[in-house]
T-cell receptor, first 113, second 111 residues
Framework: GDSVTQMEGPVTLSEEAFLTINCTYT??????LFWYVQYPGEGLQLLLK?????DKGSNKGFEATYRKETTSFHLEKGSVQVSDSAVYFC????????????FGSGTQLTVLP | NAGVTQTPKFQVLKTGQSMTLQCAQD?????MYWYRQDPGMGLRLIYY???????DKGEVPNGYNVSRLNKREFSLRLESAAPSQTSVYFC??????????FGSGTRLTVV
């Protein structure tokens, strides 16, 4: 069945540091891939997505590239801000009857000024 | 504003009491979901409804029931609340292979 492995947190960075949060998955076929962000006290919000191999999703300075060969979708940002402090979740969404509803465990990011 | 609306936002129950969490979406999404989120446990799926008229169990359905009232509304019922059901509950919806839209959550405490 589908599964996702997400980088364990918490991650603490200084402002303007480079961010990588790893996400690898197993899924039937070629899933669509999503990153969500959850700010304190709020629900999850869609951050970015990619639907096929080599697609790059981007939003708010964050990027992630769909790597079929390594079944990965790592989240990156070149220069984090204090306002990026949140929990980040990866989700693979596969098709058909084998589709399962799977989130990563979430990675807590804290950015210090 | 378009999105997913959950009520109530906060609730305190005594053990054994019942309650229904309400969820409505106005995006014409086919599928709706209930998740719970506990510290250090990520999101766990309780029940989902792939389309109007269908419901299915998720990872942690025990102690809960759901009703897909129509395409817009999907409620979650706790028949006899237990302290282990203290959590933050999120309703979400999606259609096709688009991302989820989440509600803002219901913070439930069972004492």
């Amino acid at each position: 069945g589908d599964s996702v492995t997400q980088m364990e947190g918490p991650v603490t960075l200084s402002e303007e540091a480079f961010l990588t949060i790893n996400c690898t998955y197993t899924a039937t076929g070629y899933p669509s891939l999503f990153w969500y962000v959850q700010y304190p006290g709020e629900g999850l919000q869609l951050l970015l997505k990619a639907t096929k191999a080599d697609d790059k999703g981007s939003n708010k300075g964050f990027e992630a590239t769909y790597r079929k060969e390594t079944t990965s979708f790592h989240l990156e940002k070149g220069s984090v801000q204090v306002s990026d402090s949140a929990v980040y979740f990866c989700e693979p969404l596969s098709s058909g009857s084998a589709r399962q509803l799977t989130f990563g465990s979430g990675t807590q990011l804290t950015v210090l000024p | 504003n378009a999105g997913v609306t959950q009520t109530p936002k906060f609730q305190v129950l005594k053990t054994g009491q019942s309650m229904t969490l309400q969820c409505a979406q106005d995006m014409n999404h086919n599928s709706m979901y209930w998740y719970r989120q506990d510290p250090g446990m990520g999101l766990r799926l309780i029940y989902y409804s792939a389309s109007e008229g269908t419901t299915d169990k998720g990872e942690v359905p025990n102690g809960y029931n759901v009703s897909r009232l129509n395409k817009r509304e999907f409620s979650l019922r706790l028949e006899s609340a237990a302290p282990s059901q203290t959590s933050v509950y999120f309703c979400a919806s999606r259609t096709g292979y688009y991302g989820y839209t989440f509600g803002s959550g219901t913070r439930l405490t069972v004492v």
